[in-house]
């Protein structure tokens, strides 16, 4: 009889739900999705409501259930913490010590009276051993050294460990309050931008900045190991004891206070931004060029919040002593509800892996003899959440009163195609919706890569954020080397690498003088919409076995432009989460200036929709978010 897991994470940031069976997994969603609260944190019931449907089973039907940290062991730090820090920090102790008291203290009770008929264990992972059992058990490798590296979890803040088989060890950790994605965070709140949400929006802009502040930072905030472990300075930072990230002492060292959120961003911003990216980079270098000594392995798993600084990642596999690696797509706390279920098939119940496709030897997706190499792991390309078939499309549509035509399969992708190459902005919501931050062309947002315009209508017009955020390409993955200094799969978003010379536009001699955000409406490549200033690109190559209906729509494209590749940003606006439902896909295409919504088979064109009034205070909502 087939073994069913439940893995749970939740009450922190990006709550999330994944089921699997026998070691597979066949469901995995954040409950934001649901919701449509962003970064819902609350129990993720109707992530396992769906969960629990796609594997075709009730609650009283599971096996086992884990939640992916131990509730009592992080109460404890907050307790020591306060202790340490008292008589400071009494404010965040007052606003922390109920919820604890509330609902955290008595997990057991609270998992099992949301899982109506439930009787079974409950089982609880450690915070960085749910990451690393994510990053390593759907990863392609059978041996492999694993790194997890986000702001804290019980105590431990990063963690080294070794990943073999079915068995994982984990041999360092770094410890509360020393913690890189805790100092990346006191730096995103310092410029201005939510914590947890903005770090991204840091990484972005970081390269119209100049590195200015990094040897400031070296004196006085940190120490930075040969290890890649941190000592911070205390003195500049308020999170231990406060509802704040830093206070009054970094802005004495930084000539001035932190930037409001919404106002206008200066150089100093973005000299900050480039000056924290750079120290990160360097203790992601330092940190799994350690591991690669205390391992021995050639291959790198990796995963935590920290993990989506793509920017880092490309600098471990260029630089670094690692052959490949890989990295959890949901890579934040959501992924640690797939991982601690992972962990309790591999770990608990001692269960053995297989290959990714279920049987036979592991094959390493490395190029052999000029072919491109097999490419294969558990994630199924992260494809895990709710999908729709046409049938109920087509009720919703016609409930609706919505205009759409349905396009047959074999003429789908040529007329996509001919749209982007036409310049509109095409909605694409094509079968399961992805698990993690990233939209991989299931619930994406795609246009023409070589238009010049392209980045600020869909960053002012569509997804209504700063102008200066990038966007990224989707590349076929016969083609990622023609075009990217990239030789190998990034399939989830997660590395980045720069264009190529020979794609590459010199720079105007008057645009050359030109400093920070200036330099954003200056084309840099033949695909300008998706290159950033430094001419880098966050890449997602993509195979037809993983995603057929996306590829053919790519491949259309390059047959009629011959470019293969579009952008690709996330199906939603500034402030709310990823579409999941399609209604949510056209609520937003109806509330932005997109011009073509694609459900399943079905296309629809602004222009022919029911004309509905939309107040301006709706964008508003999203601009101030």
Known sequence: MAVRILGISAYYHDSAACVIEDGRIVAAAQEERFTRKKHDAGFPTRAVDYCLREAGIR??????????????VKFSRLIETYIACAPGGLRSYLTALPIWLGEKLWMSDDLREHLQGYEGEILFGEH?????????????FESAAIVTIDGVGEWATSSIGVGRGHEIELLRELRFPHSLGLLYSAFTYFTGFRVNSGEYKVMGLAPYGEPKYVDLIKDHLLQIRDDGSLWMNME????????????????RLFGGPSRSPESKLTQREMDLARSIQDITEEVMLKMTAFAHRESGLRDLCLAGGVALNCVGNGRILREGTFEEIWIQPAAGDAGGALGVAMALWHRHLGKPRLSPEGAGT???????????????????????????????????????????RRVAASELSDEVAGLIAGEKVVGLFLGRMEFGPRALGARSIVGDPRSPKMQSIMNLKIKFRESFRPFAPAVLREQ??????LDRDSPYMLLVA???????????????DLWGIEQLNVPRSDVPAITHVDYSARIQTVRRETHPVYYDIIEAFHRRTGCPVVVNTSFNVRGEPIVCTPEDAYRCFMRTDMDVLVLGSFILEKTEQPVKAESDEWREEFVLD
């Open 59 to 72: 609650a009283d039907q599971l096996d086992l259930v884990g939640f992916y940290e131990k509730p009592l």
């Open 128 to 140: 960085h051993e749910s990451h690393a059992a994510s990053a390593f058990y759907p990863s392609p």
């Open 236 to 251: 500049y930072f308020t999170y231990p004891s406060g509802l704040t990230m830093t206070g009054g002492a970094l802005e």
């Open 362 to 404: 592991w094959e390493r997706p490395r190029q052999v003899k000029g072919r491109l190499p097999k490419y294969a792991d558990g994630m199924s390309g992260s494809y895990l959440g709710p999908s729709f078939s046409d049938e109920e499309i087509g009720s919703f549509l016609l409930a609706n009163g919505y205009k759409a």
């Open 480 to 485: 990622v080397g023609q075009w990217f200094e």
């Open 498 to 512: 720069d264009v190529r010379p020979d794609h590459r536009l010199p720079i105007p001699s008057e645009a050359r």
